[in-house]
C-alpha cells in the first residue's frame, strides 16, 4: 500500500526560505519509472505542478518558479525535500506530494499541508 | 511549455451524460489523465494513458484524447459525482502541466 505524507510549517514569514518534506512508503524511489512529484493548490483555485525527482535523481521544475525550487531525495529514508526560497504571501497554498508512476500520471498523494505566507 | 484549458464548469442532470474537455496543442500526439477532487479532499486518479481507469474507478467514467482535445465522459452521472476535474499532460520539455479545472455540478 502506497501512502506518502506531506510535513513542514503551516506559516512562513515574506522573504523566508519552506522547506517541506515528503516521507512516503509502499514503494522504492529507485525502481526504474518512479518519481515523486509537488504540486500545490492556491486556496479555491487550480492545482499548479511545481517539481518532479525521478528514480535516477532526474529533476525537472516548473519554468515559471524553477529559480526558488529545489528537490531532493533521501532513497534510505523514503523521503523528497522540496526547498521554496523567497517566500511571498501569493504562494499560500496547500502543498501536496504525490507518486508518479511509469505510466506518467500521480496515482496516489499525500493528504496536503497547508502553508500560510503571512507576516 | 504548453497550456491545457478546461471550460471552468459544465453542469448535468443525475442520470445524464457529463463530458469535460481539455484543450491544448497536439494534445492527441500524447498522453492525458484525469483527476476528480472533491472539497476538501486530495486529488483521485480516474483517467490514466487517455482512456484507462485505474482499479476502483466506476466504469462509467470514461476518456478519449484526438487532436487538440482530450475528454473525459462521465456516463449515468451521480451525485457523488458532483466535484472539479483536472487533466494532466506533459509538455514538449517533459513538464508536468495542469489544466485549469472544471467544475462539475449535478443538478
Known amino acids: 500500500q502506497i501512502t506518502l505524507k506531506e510535513s513542514g510549517p503551516t506559516l512562513v514569514k515574506p522573504t523566508q526560505t519552506l522547506t517541506l518534506t515528503c516521507t512516503f512508503s509502499g514503494f522504492s524511489l529507485s525502481t526504474s519509472g518512479v518519481g515523486v512529484g509537488w504540486i500545490r493548490q492556491p486556496p479555491g483555485k487550480a492545482l499548479e505542478w511545481l517539481a518532479l525527482i525521478y528514480w535516477d535523481d532526474d529533476k525537472r521544475y516548473s519554468p515559471s518558479l524553477k529559480s526558488r525550487l529545489t528537490i531532493t531525495k533521501d532513497t534510505s529514508k523514503n523521503q523528497v525535500v522540496l526547498t521554496m526560497t523567497n517566500m511571498d504571501p501569493v504562494d499560500t497554498a496547500t502543498y501536496y506530494c504525490?507518486?508518479?508512476?511509469?505510466?506518467?500520471?500521480?496515482?496516489?498523494w499525500g493528504q496536503g499541508t497547508l502553508v500560510t505566507v503571512s507576516s | 511549455s504548453s497550456e491545457l484549458t478546461q471550460p471552468p464548469s459544465v453542469s448535468v442532470s443525475p442520470g445524464q451524460t457529463a463530458s469535460i474537455t481539455c484543450s491544448g496543442d497536439?494534445?492527441?500526439?500524447?498522453?492525458t489523465c484525469w483527476y476528480q477532487q472533491r472539497p476538501g479532499q486530495s486529488p483521485l486518479l480516474v483517467i490514466y494513458?487517455?482512456?484507462k481507469r485505474p482499479s476502483g474507478i466506476p466504469e462509467r467514467f470514461s476518456g478519449s484524447n484526438s487532436g487538440n482535445t482530450a475528454t473525459l465522459t462521465i456516463s449515468g452521472t451521480q451525485a457523488m459525482d458532483e466535484a472539479d476535474y483536472y487533466c494532466q499532460a506533459w509538455d514538449s520539455s517533459t513538464n508536468v502541466v495542469f489544466g485549469g479545472g472544471t467544475k462539475l455540478t449535478v443538478l
Open positions: 494513458q487517455d482512456t
Open positions: 504525490a507518486h508518479r508512476t511509469a505510466l506518467e500520471d500521480f496515482d496516489y
Open positions: 497536439k494534445l492527441g500526439d500524447k498522453y
